[in-house]
């Protein structure tokens, strides 16, 4: 699992986790989880500015 904060300092900050299965987004009690598919397709649009 590759785990990423999206904030510089600790605490609560929201995190991108990473699995062979999934990609959950967000901090506790409030995320999202994704799958391959999704995360990849969110990536794209992200990449192509569409989002």
Not at 25 to 43: F, R
Request: net charge neutral.
């Amino acid at each position: 699992m590759k785990v990423v904060s999206l904030c510089s300092q600790g605490g609560c900050c929201p995190v991108v986790r990473v699995t062979d299965a999934e990609v959950e987004i967000g901090e506790k009690g409030n995320s999202c989880v994704l799958t391959k598919e999704q995360w990849e397709s969110l990536k794209d649009k992200i990449l192509k500015k569409e989002l």
